[in-house]
T-cell receptor
Framework: KAGVTQTPRYLIKTRGQQVTLSCSPISGHRSVSWYQQTPGQGLQFLFEYFSETQRNKGNFPGRFSGRQFSNSRSEMNVSTLELGDSALYLC????????????FGSGTQLSVL | GESVGLHLPTLSVQEGDNSIINCAYSNSASDYFIWYKQESGKGPQFIIDIRSNMDKRQGQRVTVLLNKTVKHLSLQIAATQPGDSAVYFCAESGNTGKLIFGQGTTLQVKP
C-alpha cells in the first residue's frame, strides 16, 4: 500500500505570493491533517479534514486554508506569504482521525524569500 | 491551553545502552498518547502508542510507560543502535481527536 504522498517536495516563493500544497492520503484513509514544523515551534497543528469537511482547526491566521476532495486528497493554501511562513509542511492521514496513529508524508519544504 | 513538553532537548547515549526519553503533558483529559521518530529529511514515523486505560505497552525494543497521576510519559529503547539516532516526539490527544505534539528530543547514539 502506498504511503502518504506530498507534492511538491520543495518550494521557493517570495513575500506576498500564495502557494498551494497537495497531499494524497493512504488509500482508504478519510482523515487528513496538516502540520507546520519549524525549528523553534516544533509541530503545530493547522487543520484536519474528514469526508470533505474541516473538523478541527489550529491557531493559525485565515491566510492558511485547506480543502479535501471526494477522493480524500487534500490541498492547503497559504495566501500573502510572509517570511515566517517558511517551514516544513507535513500532511498526515488516518482512517478516522480520532485518537489513532497518523501516517505522515515526507513534507513540503517551503522557503519564503 | 494544551501543551506537551519534553524534559531534555538532547540525549546522548552509548551504543548498546538503554535510552529513556521523557515527556510531560498538561491535559488531564488526554486519553491517547503516541511516540514518533523523525529522521533528517523525513516525516515523523510511528513508534508506539498507548491509551489511558494502560500504564505500559511494549513493542520491539521499545516500551512506553504512562503515569497519569503525574501526567508523565516515557519511551524506553533497549540496546540503542546508531540507527536510533533521530528526533523523538511525544504527542497526546483527548476529546477533540487532534494530536498535540511536544517539542522533540534529539537522541544521539555514540559508537
Amino acid at each position: 500500500k502506498a504511503g502518504v504522498t506530498q507534492t511538491p517536495r520543495y518550494l521557493i516563493k517570495t513575500r506576498g505570493q500564495q502557494v498551494t500544497l497537495s497531499c494524497s492520503p493512504i488509500s482508504g484513509h478519510r482523515s487528513v491533517s496538516w502540520y507546520q514544523q519549524t525549528p523553534g515551534q516544533g509541530l503545530q497543528f493547522l487543520f484536519e479534514y474528514f469526508s470533505e469537511t474541516q473538523r478541527n482547526k489550529g491557531n493559525f491566521p485565515g491566510r492558511f486554508s485547506g480543502r479535501q476532495f471526494s477522493n480524500s486528497r487534500s490541498e492547503m493554501n497559504v495566501s500573502t506569504l510572509e517570511l515566517g511562513d517558511s517551514a516544513l509542511y507535513l500532511c498526515a492521514s488516518s482512517l478516522t482521525g480520532m485518537n489513532e496513529k497518523l501516517f505522515f508524508g515526507s513534507g513540503t519544504q517551503l522557503s519564503v524569500l | 491551553g494544551e501543551s506537551v513538553g519534553l524534559h531534555l532537548p538532547t540525549l546522548s547515549v552509548q551504543e548498546g545502552d538503554n535510552s529513556i526519553i521523557n515527556c510531560a503533558y498538561s491535559n488531564s483529559a488526554s486519553d491517547y498518547f503516541i511516540w514518533y521518530k523523525q529522521e533528517s529529511g523525513k516525516g515523523p514515523q510511528f513508534i508506539i502508542d498507548i491509551r489511558s486505560n494502560m500504564d505500559k505497552r511494549q513493542g520491539q525494543r521499545v516500551t512506553v510507560l504512562l503515569n497519569k497521576t503525574v501526567k508523565h510519559l516515557s519511551l524506553q529503547i533497549a540496546a540503542t543502535q546508531p540507527g536510533d539516532s533521530a528526533v523523538y516526539f511525544c504527542a497526546e490527544s483527548g476529546n477533540t481527536g487532534k494530536l498535540i505534539f511536544g517539542q522533540g528530543t534529539t537522541l544521539q547514539v555514540k559508537p
